[in-house]
T-cell receptor
Framework: KQEVTQIPAALSVPEGENLVLNCSFT??????LQWFRQDPGKGLTSLLL?????REQTSGRLNASLDKSSGRSTLYIAASQPGDSATYLC??????????FGKGTHLIIQP | DADVTQTPRNRITKTGKRIMLECSQT?????MYWYRQDPGLGLRLIYY???????NKGEISDGYSVSRQAQAKFSLSLESAIPNQTALYFC??????????FGPGTRLTVL
């Protein structure tokens, strides 16, 4: 059974810092990996999708990498802003049968 | 208008009541999913559907049933609600093997 772990569970940094969120998964036979953002009491917003054949994806200040063989992904956030404060979720697709989620990293950016 | 909509957004019900949560999408995707989110447990897959004739159980389907009325509509039912079904419920859609898009969620409380 696939298991997804996110480290750290919580992170608080000053505004302007670059930061890295980590995600690991136990079964490397994934189809894709997706990073989401969730604001308190809200739905999930898709940030980046990395297909299994890809190594990284970029969107604005966000960069996600994937090392399928080692079962790891990182989400890099450059020049963090208070508006980046949210919970970030990593999820992997083993096939078409839905996503397996990590429990998230709760991020606070201090003004 | 939102691509994935869920109704109701909030619902309070009593133990033993039957309740239906509805999901509609305008993205034209064939695949639809229902997840629940619990504090400390993350998101878990309840049911998924590849098309109107294909319904599959997810990790935690006990106590739930679904109906795929059309390509765009996927409903989740709790036949006899119990308090441990109190959670945030999300519907999602995707095309084959692709990015999943989530609805805004339904907050369900079972008293």
């Amino acid at each position: 059974k696939q298991e997804v772990t996110q480290i750290p569970a919580a992170l608080s940094v000053p505004e302007g810092e670059n930061l890295v969120l980590n995600c690991s998964f136990t079964d490397s036979a994934i189809y894709n990996l997706q990073w989401f953002r969730q604001d308190p009491g809200k739905g999930l917003t898709s940030l980046l999708l990395i297909q299994s054949s890809q190594r990284e994806q970029t969107s604005g200040r966000l960069n996600a990498s994937l090392d399928k063989s080692s079962g790891r992904s990182t989400l890099y956030i450059a020049a963090s802003q208070p508006g980046d404060s949210a919970t970030y979720l990593c999820a992997v697709a083993g096939g078409a049968d839905g996503l397996t989620f990590g429990k998230g990293t709760h991020l606070i950016i201090q003004p | 208008d939102a691509d994935v909509t869920q109704t109701p957004r909030n619902r309070i019900t009593k133990t033993g009541k039957r309740i239906m949560l509805e999901c509609s999408q305008t993205k034209g995707h064939d695949r639809m999913y229902w997840y629940r989110q619990d504090p400390g447990l993350g998101l878990r897959l309840i049911y998924y559907s590849f098309d109107v004739k294909d319904i599959n159980k997810g990790e935690i389907s006990d106590g739930y049933s679904v109906s795929r009325q059309a390509q765009a509509k996927f409903s989740l039912s709790l036949e006899s609600a119990i308090p441990n079904q109190t959670a945030l419920y999300f519907c999602a859609t995707s095309d084959w093997g692709g990015e999943q898009f989530f609805g805004p969620g339904t907050r369900l409380t079972v008293l």
